[in-house]
């Protein structure tokens, strides 16, 4: 059973430890916006005075005065209202700030399966769109929701002190008022959740469709593309209608309610003026009280849809910064064993995906000795990414334990782990920077000798000098500007820059052709001589130049032996190996 939804207040209050370090500056804003209403309200009760003062009595001297005194508060007004501009925009910023850097650092630190799980137009429109608009809500809405309150309960008070009758006539019409807001408040913002869901869901197809524009020319599925982005927005069209049908009922009611009103206290007042009751200061004192508490209550619908909306958004950012980081530094970090030598083992690892219903890693044991090049080789679904995953903990094991020269790499610091161990995945990943930039990501304080040595061991160096500015080349979002094997290539690069441990190569060589592939492997043979690498391989020459192959079967290691005993001895890797060399030439 879910539980029961939370109102606005109770989600936005969640905002407070991010509030507390500027709230001094906030408060000071929330002061200077409560004195230039509370200056404005002052306004009707000299009017009041004047109208039964001076103007009754043709006193000219007290006029005189008591208009000085208006223009007074009128400055004061618009002085309050500059600094609470003033005062208020850098501590709102910050907080968006602060937020925004948080939940990056965060995104950073969640496992690899989070990411999997979890759209990228939902993550960007959460870090981006909804943070504004919860910055929006703290700067303005929801400071001038408070302040409006304050406003119209003292603005209340002062007509039951002057009026009591005319005031109990505007208590009676704000009751109603604050039931039916409560209630359209909670619509609102149901509707204003799924607007933003549905923004996140077009941010992610538009995503797509531009990373994927040749997949989608190349199959002529531009139409096909369009209709499903013009669904998604025409269905957030409606969302949005929904919005409004529900605000604009709201802002109705807002508006008919202080009319009734105004239109109940000129009858009662002009009555009571009539018969000598009231005097025709007090009435006009009056209903210049409630024509003034029109906008503060007025406001008050789109304030409350703007918390509404803020309500949704924090919801959605917490949704992400709720989600606990399980791949994490231990308590207290082990240094790694000295000297390095390397040595990869794996000891009963199993390994399940959250939620699933079977393990994809089950017993899985493998002794990789230091300075040897292991092949995994196995069937599509077998185990070997996830294994692979587990060397850098990109994910954690299950049970079992992962060791590098016997330290569980669980009790390593993550930055240095990394160090130790460099990955190249199948999928090579490139950002939208120089070459440079790109392959030193590997290792942040390599130097230009550094980059151009890891771009020979790749075979990479010749086709970069050939690039329009050489390693100063920006390679485009996602390198689409290369072509794959060169991708392949700067991937390599990256993961070898900083000289690791173990080096980890989760079929990089795949985009590149026969005389490449091998070209590189054999330059990591020679120039990374007693570094330790396992290497997930699907072809024949691959897995050829390792010195021994371990074979995984559904999540287990069938075998282990150089490539000629298995294929003498095993005939499951026969058979796996000669389906490869099939698909190979129908290639």
């Known amino acids: 059973m879910s539980p029961p939804p939370q109102s606005s207040l109770a989600v936005l209050r969640r905002l407070a430890p991010y509030a507390r370090p500027v709230?001094?500056?906030?408060?000071?804003?929330?002061?200077?916006?409560?004195?230039?209403?509370?200056?404005?309200?002052?306004?009707?009760?000299?009017?009041?005075?004047?109208?039964d003062g001076p103007l009754a009595h043709r006193d000219r001297s007290s006029l005189v005065l008591l208009s000085l005194v208006v223009l007074a508060l009128g400055v004061v007004e618009a002085g309050l209202i500059y600094l609470r501009r003033a005062v208020g925009a850098r501590p709102t910023t910050e907080i968006e700030k602060r937020m925004r850097a948080d939940l990056y650092h965060h995104l950073q630190q969640l496992p690899v399966a989070f990411h999997d799980r979890w759209q990228s137009g939902q993550l960007l429109s959460r870090a981006i769109s909804d943070l504004s608009t919860i910055r929006r809500f703290v700067a303005f809405s929801g400071l001038f929701l408070v302040v409006n309150m304050l406003t119209v309960l003292i603005g209340m008070a002062a007509l039951l002190m002057i009026a009591p009758a005319l005031g109990a006539l505007a208590v009676i019409m704000a009751i109603p008022l604050v039931v039916l807001c409560g209630r359209y408040e909670r619509h609102y913002r149901s509707a204003a959740r799924r607007a933003q869901d549905q923004v996140g869901d077009l941010a992610t197809t538009v995503g797509e469709a531009a990373s994927g524009i040749r997949v989608l020319k190349s199959f002529g599925q531009g139409r096909r593309a369009t209709q499903t982005f013009l669904a998604q927005a025409r269905e957030l069209r409606r969302t949005e209608l929904t919005k409004v049908g529900v605000?604009?009922?709201?802002?109705?009611?807002?508006?008919?309610?202080?009319?009734?009103?105004?239109?109940?206290?000129?009858?009662?007042?002009?009555y009571e003026v009539a018969t000598g009751s009231l005097s025709l200061g007090t009435v006009i004192g009056a209903i210049t009280i409630l024509t003034?508490?029109?906008?503060?209550?007025?406001?008050?619908?789109?304030?409350?849809?703007?918390?509404g909306n803020a309500a949704a958004a924090t919801i959605r950012y917490w949704e992400v910064f709720d989600t606990a980081v399980v791949v994490a530094d231990p308590p207290q970090p082990r240094a790694p064993a000295q000297p390095v030598r390397g040595r990869l083992r794996l000891e009963a690892v199993?390994?399940?995906?959250?939620?699933?219903?079977?393990?994809?890693?089950?017993?899985?044991?493998?002794?990789?000795?230091?300075?040897?090049?292991?092949?995994?080789?196995?069937?599509?679904?077998?185990?070997?990414?996830?294994?692979?995953?587990?060397?850098?903990?990109?994910?954690?094991?299950?049970?079992?334990?992962?060791?590098?020269?016997?330290?569980?790499?669980?009790?390593?610091?993550?930055?240095?782990?990394?160090?130790?161990?460099?990955?190249?995945?199948?999928?090579?990943?490139?950002?939208?920077?120089?070459?440079?930039?790109n392959v030193a990501l590997g290792a942040p304080q390599a130097c230009d000798d550094d980059v151009r040595r890891a771009l020979r061991i790749a075979?990479?160096?010749?086709?970069?000098?050939?690039?329009?500015?050489?390693?100063?080349?920006?390679?485009?979002?996602?390198?689409?500007?290369?072509?794959?094997?060169?991708?392949?290539?700067?991937?390599?690069?990256?993961?070898?820059?900083?000289?690791?441990?173990v080096l980890v190569l989760d079929d990089p060589l795949s985009a590149l052709d026969v005389h490449t592939e091998a070209e590189v492997e054999a330059a990591l043979r020679r120039v990374l001589h007693g570094v330790t690498a396992l290497v997930v391989a699907h072809r024949p020459s691959t897995v050829q130049l390792a010195d021994r192959v371990a074979l995984l079967v559904d999540g287990r290691i069938e075998a282990v032996g150089t490539h000629s005993e298995l294929l003498a001895e095993v005939p499951e890797y026969r058979r796996l190996l000669s389906t490869v060399d099939a698909q190979a030439v129908t290639r």
């Open 459 to 501: 075979h990479a160096e010749a086709f970069v000098d050939a690039l329009p500015w050489g390693l100063d080349t920006r390679i485009g979002e996602q390198g689409l500007t290369l072509s794959g094997g060169q991708r392949q290539r700067l991937a390599l690069a990256r993961a070898v820059i900083g000289q690791p441990a």
């Open 23 to 51: 709230r001094g500056r906030l408060l000071g804003s929330g002061a200077a916006a409560l004195g230039a209403m509370l200056a404005g309200l002052g306004i009707p009760l000299l009017i009041q005075r004047i109208v």
């Open 247 to 270: 605000l604009a009922t709201l802002w109705a009611l807002i508006i008919a309610l202080p009319e009734l009103t105004l239109a109940a206290m000129l009858a009662l007042g002009g």
């Open 350 to 437: 199993h390994f399940r995906f959250p939620g699933a219903a079977s393990d994809v890693l089950r017993g899985v044991d493998l002794d990789v000795r230091p300075g040897e090049t292991m092949a995994l080789v196995g069937a599509t679904g077998s185990g070997k990414t996830t294994l692979t995953a587990l060397v850098p903990r990109l994910a954690d094991v299950t049970s079992g334990r992962v060791l590098i020269d016997g330290v569980d790499v669980r009790d390593l610091a993550l930055a240095e782990l990394r160090t130790l161990v460099a990955i190249a995945f199948e999928d090579p990943v490139l950002f939208s920077a120089s070459v440079r930039e």
């Open 292 to 307: 003034y508490l029109r906008w503060p209550l007025e406001s008050l619908g789109w304030l409350l849809a703007d918390a």
